[in-house]
């Protein structure tokens, strides 16, 4: 398996989203293009509705990614740990797909003889240490959400910490939702530097409708076109489109 290109989209959100196009089926799409899509579903004090945490839950499954809802203190260490639990669960699935086309329908990692798929796990985490990862953050910015923000930046600065531990490099990019004249806003173009978040969460203002499917389409489109078949790209950044 050639080194390639991780990419993700995070989904920060509280709720239900109420405009626009399906979000579930909006990850469908971005699952064929190659991009997982994670969904953290943050909670306060208040309560979530049973509608919100199974388009959470529907949104990542769809979207061949992972789901949590977490209170806001317990925010940086799930993004960490949703985050690296994605890249493994992605690999993960390449290499089955590798060894069903090398030993037959049906075969893998779990069916190997366990010295056999000891050296594939290793091979696995090396390559979630190695390969180079697309972080594109996207985050609810609607009026349940001010009191959060906070809690987000903070999450996001540690994630960047956490992730420049890799050998791989690391490029992130941010865009909220809704805009303030259109579905979503970019606050941070492709950078390898997180950090640069600082400042950046000044910008953002908050109310309104919870376009999620919308968003969503919008984030795959910063993504550049590569084949739907892979779920890893060899492909470069190419120039970023305007919005």
């Known amino acids: 398996m050639g080194k390639g290109t991780l990419k993700q989209i995070l989904l920060l959100t509280d709720g239900c989203s109420n405009q626009g196009e399906d979000p579930i089926a909006i990850a469908a799409l971005a699952k064929e293009q190659g991009i997982t899509v994670n969904v953290i579903g943050v909670v306060d004090d208040d309560r979530i509705s049973e509608q919100g945490i199974e388009e959470i839950k529907n949104i990542a499954l769809s979207g061949g ?19 690296r639990q994605a890249m493994t669960q992605t690999i993960h699935g390449v290499v089955n797909r ?10 893998e990692i779990e069916d190997l003889p366990p010295e056999k798929r000891g050296q594939v796990m290793e091979v ?6 190695t390969m180079d990862l697309d972080l594109l953050i996207l985050v609810d910015t609607s009026a ?17 910490i956490s992730l ?6 690391n490029k992130f990019s ?12 970019k606050l941070l173009s492709w950078t390898p530097k ?7 969460f000044h910008k953002l203002s908050s109310g309104g409708i919870t376009p999620t499917g919308p968003a ?24 970023e489109s305007g919005m």
């Open 144 to 160: 349940s959400m001010k009191n959060k923000l906070g809690m987000v930046q903070e999450a996001l600065t540690d994630l960047s």
């Open 164 to 169: 420049n531990s890799r050998i791989g490099s």
């Open 194 to 200: 997180i950090e640069s978040l600082t400042g950046v």
């Open 216 to 239: 969503l389409q919008e984030a795959i489109e910063m993504f550049p076109r590569k084949s739907r078949r892979s779920l890893i790209s060899d492909d470069e950044y190419q120039e």
């Open 124 to 129: 696995v985490d090396e390559l979630g240490e």
């Open 65 to 83: 990614g992972i789901s949590q809802v977490v209170y806001t203190k317990q925010l940086a260490k799930t993004v960490q740990m949703v985050t």
């Open 98 to 107: 590798e060894l069903t086309q090398i030993l037959g329908q049906d075969q």
């Open 174 to 185: 941010l865009y909220s939702f809704p805009g303030k004249r259109k579905n979503v806003d």
